[in-house]
């Protein structure tokens, strides 16, 4: 037992001072290629056996015979590993090198392509993530293009529909400071129509501002579903007889929910003005609120004739205007933004779809639940 015991020591010992030189090598190589890390690590599991041996060898006093025979069998048993750990280093450095060279190009704003070459497990897992990444990043990518569209659009149009009224202020303002308007009252009444036509574009960026930096703050309540539509359809009902549109909201379910009324009225109002101005005369413009599993869904369906599907999700984005984008009622394009970015603070969602001889436009929004009033925020 005592043999055995020294054997193992003297073992032990050879093997742990080729170890810490192994470990300062690799130290010092850190840096470099995984070739000669993975050549170091080879060359340590063999220095290490070589020195166990030759320290056991020493301390048994073998003969020269057995201990060329023993250094020479752990000689060839390193040549064989260091060979195989260079080889794998090679392929895995080779491997590594190919997707060095596809995530670049996906830097460099391409699309991440994952190397075709069989790799590694860990290799192929990072190939996994990249993929994933340059998926999200294109998506990214996508809406920017979309918002940097839309951007540029409401420029345009905003210039374009502030130019007009502009315009005419300027011209009837010297009118009446030269005298030469006949009809005093109808010039202000039409100034002042202008003035109000241009109040609401600039509440409207204001608003869409706020949504858009996260800075709207919500003061939620308890309120029916009932009452809400019914202000909005008083409200809306002055500027449907005057375009000769039919308000229908025979399908109002008394349902509770939990939001800030001022805003939830504007949602309300801002879709109710898009359905009557987009609907012709003698049309119909109907609103339902319909209890759906945890929500309720609220529907305004107008007469316009329907949007064209490639336009469908462009209906919320900022400056969509649809194909009558330079007619004055068509505004900046921001109501819809406007709708949408309410109802997501609410927590809720808003979706249109095509029916029968026009739209319908639905905003989906959680129940209150019974017995629970939500804290202002």
Known sequence: ??????????????????????????RLFRHRSLVVSLTVVAAVAVTAMLAGTLAVAWAMFLSPHDLTVV????????????VTAMLLGRWVAARSRELTLAARSFGEGGTFAAPVEQTTAELASLAEELAATSAKLDSSRARERTLEASRRELVAWISHDLRTPLAGLRAMSEALEDGMATDTGRYLRQIRTEVERMNDMVG???????????SLTLTPSRTSVHDLVGDALAGADPL???????????????????????????????????????????????????????????????????IPEEDLPRVFDTGWRGSHARTPPAGAGLGLAIVRGIVEAHEGRAGVRNVAGGCCFEVTLPLAPVGHRRSAR
């Open 1 to 26: 037992m005592t043999d055995i015991l020294l054997i193992a020591l003297f073992a032990f010992l050879g093997a742990a001072v080729a170890g810490l030189l192994g470990a300062l090598v690799l």
């Open 71 to 82: 250094t020479t069998v752990v000689a060839m048993a390193a040549v064989v590993s260091l």
């Open 204 to 214: 409207d960026l204001f608003e869409l501002s706020r949504i858009h930096a996260g």
């Open 240 to 306: 449907a007889r005057e375009h000769g549109v039919r308000l229908v909201g025979s399908r109002v379910d008394a349902l509770p929910v939990d939001v800030d009324s001022k805003e939830m009225s504007r949602v309300l109002g801002n879709l109710l003005i898009n359905a009557i101005r987009r609907t012709p005369a003698d049309g119909t413009v109907a609103v339902a609120a319909q209890r759906s599993d945890d929500t309720v869904v609220l529907s305004v369906t107008d007469g316009c004739g329907g």
